[in-house]
């Protein structure tokens, strides 16, 4: 009976407001010895021009917790820290992958975070990426994390860097009011919102954007891919062209990404994905960004929602657009071709 129960615990519904199922493609290894581990990568750091296959192969194939446990038995071991012994042995793409790896998820999104509004200018790019794809229980945590790693308030650091309509919405989003999804379907509240939002935007002369804002900050996700629905009835553009018609530059940007994610957010990474590996190269911080904040997550969705969009892997795709080192750690993190 134990076993079943086990069994059941471990199937989650994304809808009465528990975790969403996980599809990681960086699981944990058996067998795992963390004091083999950590003589390895000492052995590759010192070996002459660096075994740089040594340490993607290792560190791309352990959980956030077992490279934890390799950080822990590196330290005990080569009498250095392994983030600042891999910063000395590595560089450009492959360090910057490297290196997030060493951090937890939510301690990744919050240095991207930091990085993205550090000194002059700001990446918004980055900042709505982050900030409009993350859950409820991703944000409180990402906040946690900021404020444990840099001893200040993340709301405060994004209100001191963006300004206007923008700023409202980053931080009404940051408030994590979001409705847990409810068993109940309210229909009579899915046409209010429909109706309020048509009337706050396309309906009128000017936009309305608090209400924009607060429908799309505070509706739980099922109620508000309901509610995108019935605006067709009351609006002759869908949402998206709705936005697109109202509002421009980085909040016409947050709101579309919004609803991107609201209707399927691992289709809008892999839209991401593919969009930074058009050209020639690769936009290898976006890249970068994706995976190995995602792998632990659902890249393994990602990729699927890759193939079916895109009618070609993600993993060709990315053995297409960039080379070396870093190549090899992103297709390890990728975890196969489809």
């Given amino acids: 009976m134990a076993l079943v129960s086990e069994f059941l615990g471990q199937l989650t519904l994304s809808y009465g407001g528990e975790e969403e199922p996980a599809f990681p493609t960086v699981v944990p290894v058996h067998d795992f010895d963390p004091n083999k581990d950590a003589a390895r990568i000492e052995t590759a750091i010192k070996t002459k021009g660096v075994d740089e296959q040594t340490i993607i192969d290792i560190l791309t194939r352990r959980s956030y917790e077992q490279r934890r446990q390799i950080a822990f038995e590196y330290e005990r071991l080569a009498k250095k820290d392994l983030v600042t012994a891999l910063k000395a042995a590595l560089s450009g793409s492959l360090e910057a992958l490297m290196l997030g790896l060493m951090k937890s998820t939510a301690q990744y999104d919050a240095s991207e975070l930091k990085a993205s509004i550090k000194g002059l200018g700001t990446d918004e790019e980055a900042l709505i990426e982050i900030v409009c794809s993350r859950n409820n229980e991703e944000l409180v945590e990402i906040k946690r994390v900021y404020k444990e790693m840099f001893k200040k308030e993340l709301e405060k650091d994004i209100a001191g860097d963006t300004s206007g309509d923008f700023a409202k919405l980053l931080l009404a989003l940051f408030q994590t009011k979001r409705d847990e999804p409810s068993n109940v379907v309210d229909y ?17 002369k000017g936009t ?11 509706r739980s996700v099922p109620h508000l891919q309901k509610v995108f629905e019935r605006y067709k009835s009351y609006s002759p553009y869908d949402m998206k062209e709705s936005i697109r018609k109202e509002v421009k530059g980085d909040l016409e940007k947050s709101f579309l990404t919004l609803v991107e994610c609201f209707e399927n957010r691992q289709l809008y990474f892999a839209n991401r994905l593919s969009e930074a590996m058009k050209s020639k190269g690769a936009k290898e911080k976006v890249v ?4 190995v904040s995602r792998c632990e997550v659902d890249l393994m969705k990602i990729r699927t929602e890759f193939k079916r969009q895109h009618k070609r892997s993600l993993y060709q795709t990315i053995a297409e657009h960039t080379k070396g080192d870093y190549q090899k750690a992103l297709l390890s993190l990728c975890g196969g071709d489809d």
């Fill in 208 to 218: 309305d954007v608090g209400t924009w804002i607060s429908i799309m900050a505070k």
């Fill in 288 to 291: 970068t960004r994706i995976i």
């Fill in 188 to 204: 009579e509240k899915i046409d209010e919102d429909a109706r309020c939002l048509y009337e706050a935007g396309v309906k009128r």
